[in-house]
T-cell receptor, first 115, second 110 residues
Framework: NAGVTQTPKFQVLKTGQSMTLQCAQD?????MYWYRQDPGMGLRLIYY???????DKGEVPNGYNVSRLNKREFSLRLESAAPSQTSVYFC??????????????FGPGTRLTVL | DQQVKQNSPSLSVQEGRISILNCDYT??????FLWYKKYPAEGPTFLIS?????DKNEDGRFTVFLNKSAKHLSLHIVPSQPGDSAVYFC?????????FGTGTRLTIIP
């Protein structure tokens, strides 16, 4: 039972390049999330998916797109990377709040640097 | 507008003593509150949560207190251990989405 896995762990991009961050969970959770963490800013929600086939914007969605490929996988795409997107990216998953267990489980993160 | 605030960026506590981490929020719609612990180069891990219908929740050495009238919650760790040294985030939610505070770095002094 691996929990939430993310690939890659590290990535360096040049301005304007594109890439996709991959996330998968094996806990049969309905909800999945993408966050970014910047120094002094805590974690900020980029996008959220309540179930397969649905996505919703979070606090900082500009410059990103997401795909909920199936119940297990939720990917984050940067179409044209900018230095402001240098950050650590975390994927998370959870059961629905209605189940009474709203805590989110996080992956180990992807450290992205945009030059 | 920071809806969840952790005003102490850092805290140092002697091993064996009580650690108290504080968090304030502004959004009255928040009804579920959580604490996460984060080690360097790892993802946050869930510690403890509390619903707005309660004012206290305990789990082993960890207790969370919620004061709804003051819009304040705190995490108590008793006794503090060296492995508790980490960054602690509080988070709050009205539904599925979480809003995080900026974190408090706790250092346990042996």
């Amino acid at each position: 039972n691996a929990g939430v896995t993310q690939t890659p762990k590290f990535q360096v991009l040049k301005t304007g390049q594109s890439m996709t961050l991959q996330c998968a969970q094996d806990m049969n959770h309905n909800s999945m999330y993408w966050y970014r963490q910047d120094p002094g800013m805590g974690l900020r929600l980029i996008y959220y998916s309540a179930s397969e086939g649905t996505t919703d914007k979070g606090e900082v969605p500009n410059g990103y797109n997401v795909s909920r490929l199936n119940k297990r996988e939720f990917s984050l795409r940067l179409e044209s990377a900018a230095p402001s997107q240098t950050s650590v990216y975390f994927c998370a998953s959870s059961e629905s709040r209605a189940s009474g267990k709203g805590e989110q489980f996080f992956g180990p993160g992807t450290r992205l640097t945009v030059l | 507008d920071q809806q969840v605030k952790q005003n102490s960026p850092s805290l140092s506590v002697q091993e064996g003593r009580i650690s108290i981490l504080n968090c304030d929020y502004t959004n009255s719609m928040f009804d579920y509150f959580l604490w996460y612990k984060k080690y360097p180069a790892e993802g946050p891990t869930f510690l403890i949560s509390i619903s707005s219908i309660k004012d206290k929740n305990e789990d082993g050495r960890f207790t969370v207190f919620l004061n709804k009238s003051a819009k304040h919650l705190s995490l108590h760790i008793v006794p503090s251990q060296p492995g508790d040294s980490a960054v602690y985030f509080c988070a709050a939610s009205p539904r599925e989405k979480l809003t995080f505070g900026t974190g408090t770095r706790l250092t346990i002094i042996p």
